[in-house]
């Protein structure tokens, strides 16, 4: 089915007449895109007459296969509210909800995903006007609805007629498989081109036109449990991409989703990989009393259950949290788990594949920051030369930022031409990377150099980072 607009959409027209695209020829690349994702579209010459002057507005992911197929014949991406099918004033609390019901938790993300997110990258999108809506208490209800209930009982799902368009998507385990490998792509560009390269920005379009519809179709049990764990993976590694281009309310939005959607999967370790994430999130805003907690509700559903790797990284972000509120005994005894959970770890271990990243050199680098927050150099120099006794090109981002938290060591340590040295090494690596999060890190150094201004290898170590520091117009 189709909702109505209050007249004509002028918008959609006006675009089609630049891109000289006629309704019937708008119709049929848009059924010949759902083709190629597995739907059955029938939309006409009719149908597009409707939409442009009735301003009706195709359901599901008809409106993104329109800006996808315009966006073809232009040799640009074409933004929902550039033609006139994105919502107007969506609701400030879009993707906050973690529905008990299952149902409604996939109108829940796809909602979300649906959104314009043009802004990651220009500016602009929906995300401009829910800036700074960040709240660390919208994680209590996810986090205790998880706890008390962590898989749903059944997910199987008999979708109705796909809207207006034919009909319903039957979704098998090649659908869900392509969504793996989606993740495992994003998860290796995201690494090493950081969260605002256009290669990792493709995750929300995925979402979008991949998974959105996969999710409204039709499924058993087993295959939907396996999509809404391929999903879950996906929406956490948007969460995780807009985190560290610094879009924060969007991560949590993303976060929430994902939560919930691991819940679907009945996924516990995945559920706790989600928790651990927000919680990463809320001890880098400052929060690290809530980092605690979501990073402890990780752990208590995964005893017994998760591997000892697993059991390593999220112990691993609890002491980054009890770090951050200044708990020095409780980040010790955090890492000490940590470091004991993953000399346990075994090769033959079946660790899940989103836990790949981790390895001892990933220990030693959050074990210098948790010693750089309870200012303690000794320890930050002598796990940050761990962190940084293997540098790889998989891991590029991470490979800056221990550079950064070893500069600070040197810092406090009086060793200045040190400092700069390192800090030099990471302008260079930030350079080539797009993360807001590794140039806030560089921006932290610069500031404690601020008493030693005009030594001549900071003026040099300043001048070098002044392109990174440039906000583009």
Known sequence: MSREQRG?????????????????????????LGAQRGLTLRYDKTSVARWVSKGMVPQGAAPHLIAAAIGQKLGRPVPLHEIGLADADPAPEVGLAFPRDVGQAVRSATELYRLDLAGRRTGGGI???????????????????????????????????????????????????????????????????????WRSSMVPECLRVEAAPLLLGSYSDEVGRALFGASAELTRLAGWMAFDTGQQEAAQRYYIQ??????????????????????????????????????QAALERNRGLATARTMSFFRLVEARAHARASDAVAAGAALKAAESWL?????????????????????????????RDLKAPRQVRRFTEQALSKPTEEFVRSHGLRLVVSAVAELESGNLDAACEQGVRAVEVAGRISSARTTEYV???LHRLEPYGDEPRVVELRERARPLLVTPA
């Open 127 to 197: 995300w401009q006007s829910l800036a700074g809506s960040f709240a660390v208490s919208a994680y209590a209800t996810p986090a205790s609805r998880w706890l008390i209930t962590p898989a749903d009982s059944s997910v199987a799902r008999e979708a109705g007629p796909a809207e207006d368009s034919g009909a319903p998507l039957k979704v098998g385990h090649s659908d869900v498989q392509k969504l793996r490998e989606a993740a495992e792509d994003a998860r290796r560009w995201d690494s090493k081109y950081g969260g605002g390269d």
């Open 258 to 295: 994902a939560l919930r959607l691991a819940r679907a999967a009945a996924d516990v370790p995945l559920g706790g990989y989600v928790l651990a994430s927000m919680s990463l999130q809320a001890t880098y805003r400052g929060f690290g009393d809530e980092g605690v907690d979501l990073a």
């Open 8 to 32: 004509p959409n002028e918008k959609l027209g006006a675009v089609l007449a630049l891109a000289g695209i006629s309704n019937a020829g708008l119709a049929r690349r848009v059924n010949d």
């Open 343 to 371: 000399e346990r770890a075994r090769p033959g271990d079946s660790d899940p594949s989103w836990l790949g990243f981790y390895s001892y050199d990933r220990f030693a680098a959050d074990a210098a920051e948790c010693y």
């Open 443 to 445: 921006k932290d150094l």
